[in-house]
T-cell receptor
Framework: AQSVTQLGSHVSVSEGALVLLRCNYS??????LFWYVQYPNQGLQLLLK??????LVKGINGFEAEFKKSETSFHLTKPSAHMSDAAEYFC????????????FGTGTSLTVIP | KAGVTQTPRYLIKTRGQQVTLSCSPI?????VSWYQQTPGQGLQFLFE???????NKGNFPGRFSGRQFSNSRSEMNVSTLELGDSALYLC????????????FGEGSRLTVL
């Protein structure tokens, strides 16, 4: 069975500091991994995805994530936090064989301190 | 290109009632998934429909049901509402393969009193 663990339900960073949001997954087959962002009272927006191409994936708004198979991790980073990055971030995994059934982590709320 | 549209955005029901939520996917997308989001449980998968057939189902009681029409629009229904059903219900559309991303609507926020 697949699962996703996001370490840290709340993360606070200063504006301009590095953002690091952690995600570990378990999957019995090569996974497809995603990071989504959710702003208040809105749906989820895709930040980036890994689908077995390059292990370092670049997404929107300056975010990137690196797939590390040996560590079963897919951590999300951004070199310099902006106030507009404050939101809820979700890591998700899916397998092609299960169609579009995604498994989401519990989310990490990012606060950016001015 | 229009995004995923969910209606209604907000609704209030009382225990025992039933509710129907609607989702119009992005044009050309044949897969529609439904998720329940609550502060305590996070995002939980309800079910996925692809070409009018339920392809995957999560661990929810039979009170939760859905369907998909020939134009890919989908509805989900919750019968005999309970207080614990209060949540944000998110619909997501996709091309149908797990390798592709899901595109989410803004959700229907259900409050059960």
């Amino acid at each position: 069975a697949q699962s996703v663990t996001q370490l840290g339900s709340h993360v606070s960073v200063s504006e301009g500091a590095l953002v690091l949001l952690r995600c570990n997954y378990s999957s019995s087959v090569p996974p497809y991994l995603f990071w989504y962002v959710q702003y208040p009272n809105q749906g989820l927006q895709l930040l980036l995805k890994y689908t077995s191409a390059a292990t370092l994936v670049k997404g929107i708004n300056g975010f990137e994530a690196e797939f590390k198979k040996s560590e079963t991790s897919f951590h999300l980073t951004k070199p310099s936090a902006h106030m507009s990055d404050a939101a809820e971030y979700f890591c998700a995994v899916s397998e092609a064989r299960t169609g579009n059934q995604f498994y989401f982590g519990t989310g990490t709320s990012l606060t950016v301190i001015p | 290109k229009a995004g995923v549209t969910q209606t209604p955005r907000y609704l209030i029901k009382t225990r025992g009632q039933q509710v129907t939520l609607s989702c119009s996917p992005i044009s050309g997308h044949r897969s529609v998934s439904w998720y329940q989001q609550t502060p305590g449980q996070g995002l939980q998968f309800l079910f996925e429909y692809f070409s009018e057939t339920q392809r995957n189902k999560g661990n929810f009681p039979g009170r939760f049901s859905g369907r998909q029409f020939s134009n890919s629009r989908s509805e989900m229904n919750v019968s005999t509402l309970e207080l614990g059903d209060s949540a944000l219900y998110l619909c997501a559309s996709g091309r149908g393969s797990g390798t592709g991303e899901l595109f989410f609507g803004e959700g229907s926020r259900l409050t059960v009193l």
